[in-house]
Every structure is written in C-alpha cells, then in structure tokens.
C-alpha cells in the first residue's frame, strides 16, 4: 500500500476513438478497497468502453492507469486478472457442457504434468462456490442452472482468480426479480470481505440500493459524482442527460388516429405457447418494455415477417396480414430498425447511398435498371433529414459511427413513408446528441400520423418516449400500462412477473 | 500481367506471332465465359463447384442430340441451354429451400452431373462436328453453319483472325456487367453476398435473388460447354470439363472477387482469366517444365490475393482517416457553437 490515499485503482485522463468516434474524451474514476461504485449514463455514454478498458479486453489511447498507487500497464485479459481486475460480463461465458468446477478453473485446472488434480479441483471450487452462496456440488453442469445461479458461478470463477475488483455490467438485465436479490445478497457479503464493485445498470432503483457512491458519464465524459447520501432519481437523471427530463424528450401527445396494427393472438416462434395480442394507432409512440430475453426483439420480428407467426391474426389498418418474409412486411408498409445494427440493419461495407436506397430500388426502378438520380436523391435527402454526419454519400457505412449509422437505417426506411415503424433499441451504442435528434424524428413522426412501435431496455426512455407501454414477461403481455400510469415502479413489478396490485 | 507478357515476348518471339495470339483469345474467351457465370455465384457469397461437369455434360448432350438422335441441331443447342438453366434452377432450390450448403450441392452435382455424361455416350466420345471418317451426319449445312459460329475465325487486316468465341465472351461480358452495375438486381446480388441478413431486412427476396444467381452461372456454364464442343469437336464425356470450375473460380478469385461475397466485377474477372492462359502459354513458350504449371499458377492467384488485401487495407485506412478528419472538426465546430450561446 502507498501513502494511505486508500485508494484500490485509479485512473485519469483515460482516452479512446473507434472510427468516426471518439468514445472517451478523458474520463477519470477512483475505486476504494470495500467500495460499491455504480457508474451510470445513458447507452453510447462510454461505460461499457472503459469497463474492456480496465479488464484489458481493449487498450486505452492515452490516459493513467493506478492500482495501489503504482502506475500499471496491461495488455489482455490475463494481465487484468494478475493485479485482480475481473469482467462479469452481460453475455455469460460459461462452457455449458462441462461440470461447475472445471468452468472456474478453466484454463488454470489444478494438477501437475498435464494431469488434473480432480480432488483438489473441486474442493476448491465448492469453496468458492460457497462464498458466493452456492451450496451446490460442484459437479452439477453449467448449463443445467438458471442464468441468475450461472451469474454467480462467474462470480465464484472470478474470485477463485483472487479478483479484488469485480466489474459487473447489466448484470441484473435478464434476472428475475427474486435472482437479482440474491445477486446483490452476495455484492454486499463480498463488499464486506474487502472486495470492490464496479457495478453498471441502467436500473436506478437497483443504483441506488447497492452504490456506495455514483459516479455519472455522459458522452464519453464525467458528468459528475454522487456522494451516498445524494443518490437519488432525479440527481441520477438530470447528470445522465445534463438537463431536464422534460426538454431531452420533447413529447406532444397527438390525439391517436386509426388503428395501423392489431395483432390478436400472435404466437412467435421462440414462445410457441404465448399468444400476444396487441394495437398500435397512427400518430401514437408505443413502448415495449420488459427483460432482456421477454420475447420482446422476436415479437417485432414475427410483425416483420422475419420469423412468421404461428397462429393469431395480424392487421394492417383494417387489412388482414401475413407475411412470410421481411419483403412482404415492407410491401405492407411495415419498416423496422433492428437491434443489432450492424448485423441486420446496414449493409456495412455499402455506401451511404447503396444503404439509403437499398429498400426504394424496386419501386424507383426503370424496367429493372436503377434509376441513379432518383437513388441519390434518397440518399440526399436522408443525409439532410437525418443530420448524417459523412463526408460524403459514397462513404462506406461501416466507418460512420453508431448514431449515424442508425440514421441511415432510419433515413432508408422514411424513404418508403412507412405506415408502422417499429424500432428496437433505437439507442443503443449511440452518443447523446444522434439520441436526441432520433428522439426528436420519433416525435415528429408520429405527428404525421405515422405509427411507432419500440422496444427499450432504457427506463428513461421509455418513460420519455412512450404514451403508451406493454410490458412483456417471458414471452406474453404481463401488462399494459397508459401514460399517468407509467413509472419505474411499475414497469418493474410487470417485467419481473409480478402483476399491479399496489 | 504486363511483365509476364513482356518476358515471354523477349524469350520466344513466336509468342507474339499471329496464330500464338488467336490461340491465346481463343482459349481466354472459352474459360472467361464460365469465369464471368461463377462470378455471380461468388459474389452473393457462394459457390458452384459443377461448373466443369455442366461444360461436359452439355457438349456430351448436344453431341449426342445432333449425331445420335439427329435432331435439328439449333433445337438441341436450345434444349441444352434449357437443361443447364434447370441444373441452375435445381441448385438454387436445394441452396434457399432446402437450405443445403452450396458446397454440398454443387460437390454432388459435379458427381452426377459427370457420370450421366459417362452414362449416356457409354463413356465414347462424339462430337458434334462430322470428323474425318464420320458416316450419315444429317442437318450438315446447319451444323458446320453453328460450326463456324462457335468456333469459327473472322479475319482482321491480313494477319490477324479473330476467334469467335471472343465475340461471345464480349457480348456476355458486356451483359453481364450492366446487369452488375446497372441494374436492381445486380445490386441485390452485391447487398445479398455482403450482409444477407441486412439485405433481407431491408425487404429483399434474397432466396429469390440467390436462385437468379446459381441460374445465371449455370447457364453461363452451358454456353461455354457448347462453345467447348464446337472447339473441340470430340467430346470426351469423362474428361470435357473436368477441373474447369476450379479454373473459374480461380479467374474469379484473381479477377478480385472475395469467397466471402460483396465484391468483384466483370471486367477484372475476364482479365484474370487473360492472365491464367497466358501464364500457362508462357510456361509452355519459355520452356519451363509443364509439371510445374499449376503450382505456378498457385503462386500467381497468392501473390496476387495478397496484394489485393493489402490495397483494401490501405484504403481503408484512408478512409477512416476521412472519418476521423470529419468527426473531429465536427466536434470543434460544435464546441464553438456552444461558445456562440
């Protein structure tokens, strides 16, 4: 230990760019022994990029890097483990085909010249199981456990490592309610232990009952710091997004015209069982809130066609439908913007323009030909709509950054005047400004009459956003909540299968 | 491809001679036609390995039309292109329907495809051209009319005589590129082979789109067997063909299109497979040993793959620098904006 500073890890100055963006403009972070942090911000703020930071997935561009007051330098994972900084991350990464022990001491198997020591292998691992309140044998198959245990068998590998500092992200995102209270059971046991949290979430209620302090990032830099006893909603809020709630979303309720979409009974291939009726009118924002893992993605994907239906009807304002592919969905006047952008929204390596216009070439075209003029337009108009910061149309969509890739899968899909337009995760991975202006194209749409339909794991989006919100558990509607009836609360207690009783 | 030109010039003069070079367009033409087919195939990002077997098998077939069954040989060059059109068909079925990998497919249909043709002549060769000694050929104006046109010589000046063939491969390649560049279609193709998920999502029938592709390069296929036959004039049913698809996809390959789809156009894959025949004539002219051909060749695809990887990076590179470029006096001008308010 150094000078009685107390301090376990500190950083400062901490920068770092992808292409076309620059994700952390000098950020700083301090970390006691025994400390819970929550660091908070809205999606795109930087959190994720300095969490691989400091776990050594990725290397920082510039910046100071302190643990015990000696300055570190790393280069992977491994390095990051040695001085005991540990990664839980939001996908887990436990091989589900081997037995518990083996996974926490994957790579690292007791034993000598090639050959597991089997007793001293589980012995061990049942002991740190117990640390993380598992009393289960330590033979038990990975895959055989619910999420929530398998979280804390990451945990137990983690410590098993001798991590003193754990760095959990969105750990609670597809926990259930009584899961996520045993999570936080064996938070505070270690915390007690002397080990230190790094915890991320986008629950503020969650924030405040585990954080001993918060620090807050917004667009990839420090926004503030919160010290226990100022921890609350509205603090919370107004540092993620640096004004009022009310000016950043900037909501008009338009009285709601005929129904766009009406689902009744509609069964996705991932909950065969579920039948899930739902409407959304023209003119109306409607939110999708719930879990990740709720059924929510695959449900947009069965109204596009991507996955068909397995029964129930479908109805675009008034007319029967039922597509077979994402083509029919848009001969429909259906458009969505996918989750995962790069993957299923943009063609990357295209251009700006190859992307824009990619839907309208079949309608633009002459006799088959394309029609140049015509598909430059779209992408003209897209780039000055959408506020599309790229040097050019002919840039190649795969170097812009999140937000502007999003407003061209946005801009390609306006060029279509689409009659729904469903959006998953419209934020994700995008900084404060592109948010706030696909907020504000949100609005605008829908006050011409345009139906939207969007799925959000944000709180504070869809509380923002929504005039109205369906809330799904584990593939069917828990619950349908209208605007005065909305809060955290709420959408909470429907999320984790509970109903309102309160 | 400059400098092998030039060295095999200097080496032996005779490579610049008249017949030399109508060989050498001859011979570039046959194989740029199949190259310019599998490059549609390539470029949605998937493959045909039965390019070669579809060459035997149609100049087995149309042989077998006009000299066996003496059917009206322009009936049977039409009924060929019909059949390699379904063996496209077929493929693309199995592929989008069936979701069969097009490895497995076009494997299989290299297999049957060669054995029907082995099947049908009783593994004798034929062809159908009348050759020396060749007794009640019937529609023989027709058929030495089609002769010539497959396979005929146009003369240019007083010493050079251009193949036929590259008439055909010029019309084709012409085609070929607007449908490429100029069309819907050929944009779907190149959406579909660089993100088919992306390209599904943004409303396209890429099942569809797919089957176009593995017609089109069946079809190509079909040409080329029939250009084959005309220019061989005996077909070999267990030999016409076999390996051509590797040559294909070699041209293709070094004609600058990816395996793993999006990229690659017309022009560069009808240059490549120029290259290939002119490096084997080069082998043959300068005297190098012919065992040595393909792993020449080998050679020649590698460096010439690597150094189109290392142009890609630098641009780029180039090209994230604009972004950055941009993204950063973006922020400057923002930063003054709010120093304005």
Redesign the interface.
Known sequence: MSSGSGLLLEVKDLKK?F????ALKGVSLTLGKGEVISLIGENGAGKSTLMKILAGVQPADSGDYHIDGQKVDFKNVREAMDLGIALIHQELNLASNLDLASNIFLGREPGSKGFINEQKLHTEATRHLKRVGLNLPSETLAGSLPIGKQQLVEIAKALSCNARVLIMDEPTSSLSQKETETLFEVVKGLRDEGISVIYISHRLGEVKELSDRVTVFRDGENAGELAKDEINHDNMVRLMVGRELSEFYDREIHKPGDCVLKAVNVVSPTYPEVPVSIEVRAGEIVGIAGLVGAGRTELLQTF?G?TPSLGGELEVQGVSFSPR???D???AGLA?A?EDRK????????TVR?NAS??S??RD?KM???DHSKEREIADVAVKQMKI???SIE??AR???GGNQQKIVLG?WLAMNPKLLMLDEPTRGIDI?AKREIYKLMEKLAGKGIAILFVSSEMEEVLGMADRVYVMHEGGISGELQKNQMSEESIMQLATGGSLTA | MVTVFVITAIADPNFLSAYNMQNTVKWSSLYGVMSIGVAFVIITGGIDLSIGSVVGLVAVVLSFFTKIQGLDPIVAIGLTLLMSVLIGLIHGLLITKAKLQPFVVTLCGLLIYRSLSRWLTDNQSLGPVPLEGDLGFENLEQILMLDYIFSGQIPIGDFFKLPTPALFLLVLALVGSIFLRKTVWGRYLYALGNNEDGARYSGIDTDRMKIVAYVLCSFFAGIAGILFAFELGSVQPAQTGEFYELFAIAAAVLGGCSLRGGEGSILGVIIAAAVIRIIFNSINMVGISTHLEFGILGVVILLGVIGDEMLKKKMAERQVAASEKLAAELSEKSKNNENLE
């Open positions: 760019s292409p076309g963006v620059l596009f991507v592919s994402p083509a969905a848009v001969h969505l996918p993957q299923h929204g943009l063609v990357l390596p295209m190859e990619l839907p070439l079949e075209q088959g030909f394309l910061k790229t040097p840039q190649p170097f812009l950054s390609k400004g």
